[in-house]
């Protein structure tokens, strides 16, 4: 059938995550504990609200749920402060021409996020228009590795399943396009996305060429 290309936002269309981490590392402090880069591994492509779970765990923090809730929005308003501040450039390497190539080829692509705040980020970097659908944190009742996100992007594209590449960063990411049926590539280390069916060190390896021979 018709293929067709499924991408992960946070981690492979752009670098957010360091944004993140500011932002969850600032909430760590003014609750008085540190929170490393390392640690910060275990919140990528992690929903928000487990984020702040996983940060409390590590903190040893035990709250009320009105405050979790106050936090959460505290860390959303910070975050949300570091991506109006972003740019066209900021976009990880080799993603615009890949977009502009499968554009060109008609091969239709769809973002697959778990992040809330996905369309603004595409909106701030002039990516919105290229999308044929957009599957966010707002349009799935269940987070990856559950597949519901990539599932439904493969319904709104009108793709079956097992025609879809997803490019993923995160394990829980590539677990769910596993799931899902679909093929998975992995951006970054390969002991992490060893689960993955191809893994890239970075987006700048995932070309045109490398494209045009998975599609063949
Ligand atoms: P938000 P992705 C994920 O985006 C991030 O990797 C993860 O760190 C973040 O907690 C999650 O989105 C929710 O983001 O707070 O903006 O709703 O990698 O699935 O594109
Ligand atoms: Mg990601």
Known sequence: GKKAFIFDLDGVIVDTAKYHYLAWRELANQLGFEFTKEQNEQLKGVSRVRSLEILLGIGNKHLDDDIKIKLLHEKNEQYLKYIAKMDHTEILPGIDDLL???????????????????????????????????????????????????????????????????VEDAQAGIQAANLAGMTSIGIGDKKVLSEADFVLKETSELTIGFVQNLIA
């Open 100 to 166: 502009n190539y499968l554009k060109f080829e008609k091969i239709p692509f769809s973002l697959g996020s778990a992040s809330k705040n996905a369309r603004l980020i595409l909106e701030t970097l002039n990516l919105m228009g290229l999308f044929d659908s957009i599957v966010d944190g707002n349009d799935v009742s269940t987070a990856k590795p559950d597949p519901e996100v990539f599932l439904k992007a493969a319904e709104k594209l009108g793709v079956q399943p097992q025609d879809c590449i997803v």
